[in-house]
């Protein structure tokens, strides 16, 4: 008679619930990543409904494929437990996420106007609607999470498209008519896959560092070599979205990789990654000032970066310290590893420190625009910032606790500052600009804990359990890139719930792996890409 283990195999390749994971993502990297209805004009409420209507099937189809699953454990016997739980309660990120839309739920009865709190359509469309189904899919997929050649395949293939897009645009040429229909002064608002500058640049910012992550960390050539496609492209494209955002993430996240580089022995492949990604800048540069690209909206950081000279500067540096570590690496491979350790991580550190001070007080002395903090800073951020702080100061203690709904920045700022905030901005705000902040408007004290909770424990979920793993480490570097631009941008269907995914993804492939799962069964394979 055949054994149990002989004829149910738990930890195969291609269970069920392996498949529905592969074409979630295949979906959220590729349909949810494209799919447009009338170009640019509903792409947020479009791509909402996108994302809502294909996670709700996959959530339907991993349950059943979940429960599935257990009933053959169950009928088959295991020695194992059937959850598989890594880590206390409370560091749990899922048990988080659920505080968090419970924050969500009773902010809902907090609000003004029920309907437009649970659709959103009082703003950017990220009211309860969407934040149940983020949360759904979140538990779901960092469950177990499968990560193949498949999904990066199609993950490079439609990041190089929204890459070369945005390069095109920014010249001119709009091969699919995305902005015919959209008045002058506002077309170069509008790029590439996901509509406004902003929107795009938080998409660079989560998607490009995954990519680095897998040229430094990768195993194998051919993902390595489109990474470094990728990057290349990302840094011609990175001027096109012409937002302090982007730089604000990517260098965020560039820093993180540093650190990991270092207690990993890559500090090479590290300096090469910045050269592809210097090269991408430097090229797009010359390009900008040979066929006279696209100059509106371009200010801050970007003014530097669009400058030929300096970008050459910088790609003549980072050549000759690649050259270095190549020539050190060569002649003592032993010395070369040795001197990557926690000792230089703190002298960095320090040094990064001494430099951000320098940084800021030189700033605030020179009067430089970015330095000065008033209504106008960012595009007038620094007013719909002051103004959130009102409301949430100003607001009754059940609201400071609780609350006052998704997407209701638009009917405060209306009822309390319509005057004064079309007379300073000439604008009208439906959000804060500042995720942080929103939350606290919107969700209360309650919900901000609850979403702070969720990043800090997914973070330090992945991070302590990345062994090297190139795929652990672009997801933590991709959401860490998120969050940090998200302290200066909106939350909206577009690319929010990218960050919701990247973080599942790291944690369930985490788990995936280290149960010995599919490729990982036998430890033969410790990095599938």
């Known amino acids: 008679m ?8 738990r930890y195969r390749l291609n269970r069920p619930i392996d498949i529905v ?13 494209i799919y447009m209805h009338n170009m640019y004009f509903d792409i947020t409420g479009t791509r909402g409904k996108v994302f809502t209507f294909g996670s709700l099937l996959y959530v339907i189809l991993f349950i059943v494929s979940y429960f599935l699953e257990i009933m053959l454990i169950k009928y088959y016997g295991t020695d194992k437990p059937v959850f598989y739980k890594d880590s206390r309660v409370i560091a749990m990120p899922e048990i988080w996420m659920g505080l968090f839309l419970i924050a969500n739920i009773i902010a809902l009865f907090m609000a003004p106007d029920l309907s437009e709190a649970w659709t959103g359509e009082g703003g950017r469309y990220f009211g309860l609607s969407l934040v149940m189904i983020i949360a759904f899919s979140f538990i779901c997929l ?6 193949n050649m498949i999904v990066y395949t199609v993950f490079f293939l439609v990041s190089g498209l929204a890459y070369v897009m945005a390069v095109l645009q920014h010249f001119g040429f709009d091969p699919f008519g995305l902005r015919d229909k959209i008045v002058d002064r506002q077309k170069e608002m509008f790029i590439s896959l996901f509509g406004n500058i902003n929107t795009y640049g938080s998409y660079i910012c989560v998607a490009l560092p995954v990519f680095v992550a897998l040229f430094i960390f990768g195993k194998k050539i051919l993902p390595r070599v489109m990474a470094g496609i990728i990057l290349f492209l990302a840094g011609m494209a990175i001027i096109p979205a012409k937002s302090d955002n982007v730089y604000l993430g990517l260098g965020v996240a560039f820093i993180v990789l540093f650190y990991i580089a270092i207690l990993n022995k890559r500090f090479t492949e590290y300096i090469f990654s910045v050269l592809l990604l210097i090269l991408g800048l430097e090229t797009m540069a010359i390009l900008n000032s040979v066929f006279n690209g696209s100059q509106k909206h371009i200010n801050g950081i970007a003014k530097i970066i669009e400058n030929p000279k300096i970008m050459l500067i910088f790609v003549l540096i980072i050549v000759a310290v690649l050259i270095i570590s190549l020539i050190f690496r060569a002649a003592d491979y032993e010395a070369y590893k040795n001197i990557q350790s926690w000792k230089l991580l703190i002298v960095f550190s320090v040094i990064l420190i001494v430099a951000a001070a320098a940084t800021i007080v030189l700033g605030v002395r020179s009067g430089n625009e970015l330095f000065k903090f008033n209504d106008e800073w960012g595009t007038y951020r620094g007013y719909i910032w002051r103004r959130g702080v009102s409301l949430f100061k100003e607001s009754s203690p059940a609201h400071k606790i609780f609350g ?3 997407e209701t920045i638009g009917y405060l700022m209306k009822k309390y500052y319509y005057a004064e905030m079309v007379e300073i901005t000439n604008k009208k705000y439906d959000n804060l600009h500042n995720e942080i902040l929103q939350y606290l408007v919107t969700t209360g004290l309650f919900g901000l804990i609850a979403y702070l909770g969720f990043v800090v424990t997914s973070f330090i979920y992945i991070g302590k359990r990345m062994k090297g793993d ?3 480490i672009g997801c933590l570097a991709g959401a860490a890139s998120y969050f940090a631009q998200s302290l200066v941008t909106l939350n909206q269907p577009i690319t929010t719930p990218y960050f919701f995914v990247i973080l599942a993804v790291g944690i369930g492939y985490i788990r995936y792996r280290d149960q010995g799962y599919g490729p990982f069964k036998d430890r033969k394979d410790e990095n599938i890409l």
């Not at 055949?2 to 195999?9: A, V």
């Not at 994971?21 to 990543?33: G, H, P």
């Open 21 to 33: 994971n592969i074409l979630y993502l295949l979906f959220i990297v590729s349909v949810y990543s």
């Open 142 to 147: 960092s469950r177990e999470a499968s990560v």
């Open 2 to 9: 055949s054994k149990p283990e002989e004829i149910y195999d």
């Open 404 to 406: 006052n709904g998704n």
């Open 470 to 472: 190139a795929v652990a």
